[in-house]
Structure formats: structure tokens, C-alpha cells
């Protein structure tokens, strides 16, 4: 399941504090325990619409087969990862983490400081700014997990490479 900050065709609100709308009431609902991941998120989704004054709609695709917590409560059994104990699962987690996205990713944006003046309809932003520079976003299987999410921006050269740093292809079938 994928659950974005807005529609297709929209732009998230970069709220007033160090989050967005959307990461803020994630955030505000993610560690109520014993509450499952499409409860938690209707909860996310209804507190963005209230605070943006219904002009913030989030958007689903995909969904959860079973049950799915990210704060069990006392009557629910957690599975503990197994510890690393070889170079061969490190490297197996680092791709693992790398398949899901968890790589910073490159968009087309030239960097700006902030969205002031940013395109509205979901254009890639050209114009002004850094043009030396692009946007990178996400975090990488290194960051903290607070800051994996989309809103988290960074910026680089093109011709910088790394092994945190990729593109996001995706497909259908």
C-alpha cells in the first residue's frame, strides 16, 4: 500500500513547523498502539482535510492483506529481525532496503531553498534557483527513520554518484 500526502495532479502543503500537513498528522497518529494501519491512516487522512480546510486530499493506492500495527498493544506478539551476522546480510539488507525505496532519489527539480514560487501542477520546477544543483528526496537506508519520507529534500550535483542515491523506476503488469 502506498499512501501519498495528496492527490495526482495536486501539491502537498508544506505546513508551518518542520513537517508537512500530511507528515505532521502521520506523525501525530503513528504510535497509537493497538490501532491498524487503515484506521491510522483515515485518521491521517480526515485531520489533513479538517486542517487544510478540505483543500489537502490524500490519496491510496494498493492495499494490506491481514492485519498490520505499527505499535502493537500488550495482546499482540512482534517478530525480532534475526541479527546481522555477516558481511552477505548486510549486503542482502542494504539491496533489500535499496528495492524498497529506500534510496534517495533523484527528481528533475532544480534546488530552491523553499517552495515559494514552485509550480503547481506537478511540473517539474526549471527555473531560478541553483542550477548547478537538483533535488534529491526521500532519505536512504542509512537515515534516521524519521527522515524517510518524500518531504525530506537534499540537494547535489548530477555528476555526483553515490551509493545512496538512485532514481525510482516504475512499471506495471
Known sequence: MIHFATRPGSVAADG????????????????????????????????VTVESKKQRERWTEGSIVGEFY???????TTVKPEPVTSDAQVELQAWTAAQSGNAWEWVQDVWHENHQGAPVDGSAWLSGGDQVRRVLRG???????????????????PVNRNFDTGMRIAGTY
Open 16 to 47: 508551518t513547523g518542520s513537517n508537512g500537513l500530511y507528515t505532521s498528522q502521520l506523525l501525530r497518529f503513528i504510535d497509537s498502539p493497538d490501532l491498524p494501519v487503515e484506521t491510522m491512516l483515515k485518521r491521517v487522512s480526515a485531520a
Open 70 to 76: 505499527f505499535k502493537p498493544g500488550a495482546t499482540l
Open 139 to 157: 532519505g536512504a537506508w542509512f537515515n534516521y527513520p524519521r527522515n524517510l519520507r518524500s518531504a525530506n529534500r537534499f540537494h547535489s550535483a
